[in-house]
């Protein structure tokens, strides 16, 4: 077997790329409610905002969102009248968000709003900072619109920004798909491309789209100008061909190899009795009258990696569900979560940072409330055992470093010992690891320095009890 050049990169036990053999098992870990963080209250906000995204800009938080309302306070009138505002909203810490000032856009006479465009339809507007080398600082922010209004032509629509508030339309992207939900885009660095993927439908029977099934496509580009046909993403034969809506693929930011979306399923269901036990079953009934999926179509989130960019392993189980029955929650447009992920201060002081989402609650209903959600360094998955001593063996691969460190977590009476092995049969053994760290470094009995293996085919083993092995990365 050809060891795997891992280098320095931080690698994840997400998936079986550097497992061999093993008896525990890969298990997905969800997010924790810490609070809502935004209430679109402001009166171009409403019931319809969606479709955010946050961007880090050199400790500046960014947040960009769709501004509108869907119905009345009642669901009798179907109130989607605004033009599709796009909004904007800093913060610091990525907790407490403030909307400035811009006097941009008017909207009733006054431009003391935080709206950047209404200039033409927004149905969905996608914001990124471009990390392509020799991009011009002229061009560092792209956005890109889906949708187009009156003598525009239809499809996704590009823009570049220098400060990330005042974009310039630059033009038609590609007219290939349907992007009534928010388009993704961003330079991949591993592939040196850029990395498109949209929303289309397949298995359409006539110009049904309600029976068709939505799904996700990619298209790259080297220069952000010419584009390939879009191609369907693909999952595993054995997955079932689920809608999907929203897909929130992104380079993870901790090890940019890999990528991980977490697209929205959107389910449809038949009326049955349950309806009527959900929250505001009224309003659902008032507005089936527009159409009957806006009161019987449900969302829910989940969560799926890539390698390649065009494969996914997708995970069937919900990483996001509508969660405990609220006033207005089950409906059509929950678990619809914000692009990007961010570092804040964990709840508990003196504790590490961890990953904030972002997701939104009340569709329909009442006005948006952005939600914040809380999930630890790398903690998406983890290789799990047992209290009955699990083990590991990897696939040969290469580092750089001197050192290793692992992000993994026991119990009290839990514990892991990893073993390098080198390919003539040489092992160092590591003391018992027990603790919780994102960033544990390994000390291996007789080997104070792992770089005299650096550069040489290396196997990991461990014996892991009542515990979980998230991360690993060697360092100089």
Known sequence: MMPILIDNRREFF???????QTNARIVQHSPVYRGDVFSCDRPWEGSGCSYFVVVEDNGLFRMYYRGSRLTNADGTEFCNNLPGFWCYAESRDGIHWDRPVLNMCEFEGSTDNNIILNDRFYDNFYVFIDKRPGCPAGERYKGLRGSGGGNEPYGLHSYTSADGIHF???????NKGKFDSMNTVFWDTEAGEYRCYLRDFHDVPGDDLNSGIRDIRVSTSKDFVTWTIPERITFAPDKEDIPLYTNQIQPYYRGEHVRIGFPTRYIHREWSPSFDHLPAPEHRKNR????????TALSDCVIMTSRDGKYFDRRDEAFMTPGPEDNCNWAYGNCFPAYGMIEVDAPIPGSEKEIALFAIRNSWVRPIVLERWGIRRDGFFSLASTYKPCFLRTKPFIFKGCRLTVNFSTSAAGGMVLTLVTADGRQYESCELFGDSTCRVVDFAGLPDLSTLAGQPVTLEAVMRDSHLYSMQFKS
């Not at 089936?288 to 009161?295: E, I, K």
Request: charge should be negative.
């Open 168 to 174: 310039t339309y630059c033009g038609l992207v590609t």
């Open 14 to 20: 997400w998936d079986d790329f550097l497992i061999a």
């Open 288 to 295: 089936m009258a527009f159409s009957p999926r806006f009161g």
